[in-house]
């Protein structure tokens, strides 16, 4: 047995930090790869991000059009409990219960409601559980109507005794009966009652009139907006993908800086500068890449989900991201990371590239299936279209699925469809 030394040549993959921040641009949003860029720009002093051309457009608007476009910006609207305090200032009220009423106003949710007991309350400010009521009672006949309820329930009957034209029947259901309603066990209620279930529905309209959410006017919620990262539009030649450049971080290499510096002539920021300048071109290379898989696996959708583009979503067929990989060569995973937090602009509106990919449901004697999106859009069509006074079960939903599109599917998986539209049961959608 002696000693040798081998020499041998081997190929293996490595995952360098360049390679792995690749992977991360692919699959971060427009929002997340700024923030990645801002950060990059701190690390690095020779690199710069390009203003959007969308600010920059606005920089060249007219003084007329600026002022236009700010007067429509809404202002912020008036909170809650700056609403009730006013509501309070002029009433004669004690330290005591001015402090109670404070505390209370400041108590409530967004929603306007309040969730503390009224035990937990008067322990907290050291006063009488009777105060704490009495303040509670003042609170809840302020303005909006229903503001400080301890449930819906409560909220709603608050808002029905300050009706104008009171409604009787209205105030005993959801005062006595308000589970027993809103299960929409309408017949045995009637019964109870001794009144038509026409009267019910009445009531029930009435109380699609009210307002849940008392504080829901007031909260500050602030509006957003999806940006598409991706456009398809009509051309000559069928349907055109293209990038939303104004959603897209530019990053420029500042030349100035680099001369500036470069002066001293000194060995060591001659190698800062060279290696910060590999670092921009990897970043350029990678975002560069990055919108070109982009572009790649939208083309590929649009070319498989031609008829969607057409016809609309409810022509959606089955897709998974494996066929969409295959086509373009590259790994599933590559695909995956594409599309995660990524929207796209359509003819038809402005949705996520998730939603091109659905699973496969059988239809009868086709050689095709159809798919979930597909499945779920006729059965909210045909909801839209029934009879309210005999809304479709569940079981004729999966009957007619099969009779008018051959959409074979179980009676659960029509209400598993059902439940992910947010649309009620049969039960709950009846109408006398």
């Known amino acids: 047995m002696r000693a040798e030394l081998l020499q041998q040549q081997q190929l293996k993959l490595s995952l360098t930090k360049e390679l792995t921040q690749a992977i991360e641009l692919l699959q971060y949003s427009t929002l997340e790869l700024r923030s990645f860029l801002y950060e990059q720009s701190l690390e690095n002093p020779f690199l710069e991000i390009r203003d959007n051309p969308r600010t920059e457009r606005y920089k060249r608007l007219h003084k007329q059009e600026k002022k236009a476009m700010l007067e429509n910006i809404g202002a912020s609207s008036e909170t809650l409990a700056s609403y009730l305090s006013m509501q309070l200032s002029m009433a004669q009220l004690s330290p005591e219960q001015r402090r109670i009423m404070n505390y209370l106003i400041h ?122 990262d991706l456009i398809v539009e009509r ?92 086509a373009l060569n590259i790994h599933e995973s590559t695909v995956s990371r594409a599309v995660k937090n990524k929207f796209v602009q359509t003819p038809y509106g402005t949705v996520e590239l998730r939603y091109f990919f659905s699973s496969a449901i059988s239809l009868a004697n086709a050689s095709e299936d159809a798919s979930a999106a597909q499945a779920k859009a006729f059965i909210k069509q045909l909801i839209e279209k029934e009879n309210k006074s005999a809304p479709l079960s569940d079981q004729k939903l999966a009957e007619l699925l099969y009779e008018k599109y051959k959409i074979v599917i179980s009676r659960r998986t029509v209400a598993k469809y059902r439940e992910q539209l947010n649309i009620p049961s049969s039960a709950k959608r009846k109408r006398y």
Not at 111 to 124: C, M, N, P, T, V
Not at 194 to 221: E, F, M, W
Request: proline share 3%.
């Open 107 to 228: 108590s409530l949710d967004g929603d306007g409601y309040l969730r503390i007991g009224e035990s937990e309350i008067a322990s907290h400010l050291a006063v009488t559980v009777e105060a704490v009521q009495q303040a509670i009672r003042m609170l809840q006949s302020l303005e909006p109507a229903g503001v400080g309820a301890r449930s819906l329930q409560e909220c709603l009957y608050l808002q029905l005794v300050r009706l104008p034209n009171r409604n009787e029947l209205a105030e005993r259901i959801v005062s006595h009966h308000f589970s027993m309603f809103a299960e929409k066990a309408w017949k045995t209620l009637a019964k109870q009652l001794n009144v038509d279930i026409k009267d019910i529905q009445q009531v029930a309209d009435l109380i699609c009139t009210l307002q849940p959410r008392p504080g829901s006017h007031y909260a500050r919620v602030e509006s957003h907006f999806i940006a598409p």
């Open 235 to 326: 051309c000559d030649e069928g349907f055109c993908v293209l990038l939303n450049d104004e959603v897209f971080p530019q990053i420029i290499w500042n030349s100035s800086y680099e001369k500036k510096i470069s002066r001293e002539h000194d060995e060591q920021i001659e190698q800062f500068i060279k290696e910060k300048y590999q670092q921009f071109e990897w970043l350029v290379k990678s975002l560069e890449q990055r919108k070109q898989t982009l572009v790649n696996v939208m083309n590929k959708i649009v070319e498989k989900q031609a008829e969607c583009f057409e016809k609309g979503f409810s022509a959606l067929k089955p897709l998974t991201m494996r066929e969409i990989a295959e």
